[in-house]
């Protein structure tokens, strides 16, 4: 599966590992076809390592609700890492934590490894990346300018357009 989460600089698509993560894409794929992310910003960037979304538009950033209403299990596989640019994760406070939240790695970052989900991986629009990771911060890692999820658009198949 993949999906398609059009941002305001463009279009990230994102493969899913619903093999992999079962539970995990699960909530996200669920999340993005109900709509939850539409206009979600992304409150945190830091270049070099990631940007931070999935808190719905109408809440604080503190917010990470899962299709369960609750809080679910990490999924974390030893094969599964954060070594690349692109990995897409889940975004969490410790152990057994996860909602609605995730980030996309700018860089590898191997210090995540058996504390984050890692459930994707950026297919295509690494210029859309490179323009989210380009936008200027203030001292709290937060961007200038707004940037959101305009909505999301889910994939059967990984390479559908």
């Known amino acids: 599966m993949s999906v398609t989460l059009h941002t305001d600089l463009g279009d990230l698509k994102v493969e899913v590992f619903c093999e992999s993560?079962?539970?995990?894409?699960?909530n996200f794929l669920a999340l993005c076809a109900s709509s939850f992310y539409d206009l979600s910003p992304i409150h945190?960037?830091?270049?070099?390592?990631?940007?931070?979304?999935?808190?719905?538009?109408?809440?604080?950033?503190?917010?990470?609700t899962s299709i369960w209403?609750?809080?679910?299990?990490?999924?974390?596989?030893p094969s599964l890492r954060h070594n690349a640019r692109g990995i897409v994760s889940m975004a969490n406070?410790?152990?057994?934590?996860?909602?609605?939240?995730?980030?996309?790695?700018?860089a590898p970052a191997p210090h995540l490894d058996g504390k984050?989900?890692?459930?994707?991986?950026?297919?295509?629009?690494?210029?859309?990346?490179?323009?989210?990771?380009?936008?200027?911060?203030?001292?709290?890692?937060?961007?200038?300018?707004?940037?959101?999820?305009?909505n999301a658009t889910v994939h059967a198949n990984p390479l559908a357009g």
């Open 69 to 77: 209403h609750e809080p679910f299990e990490d999924e974390v596989r």
């Open 44 to 64: 945190r960037l830091v270049p070099t390592f990631m940007f931070q979304t999935g808190s719905p538009a109408s809440s604080s950033t503190k917010t990470s």
């Open 21 to 26: 993560v079962p539970k995990t894409a699960e």
């Open 93 to 106: 406070k410790g152990p057994m934590s996860n909602g609605s939240q995730f980030f996309v790695c700018f």
């Open 116 to 150: 984050n989900t890692v459930f994707g991986r950026v297919l295509g629009g690494e210029d859309v990346l490179a323009a989210i990771e380009a936008v200027e911060i203030d001292g709290k890692n937060r961007p200038k300018e707004r940037i959101v999820i305009k």
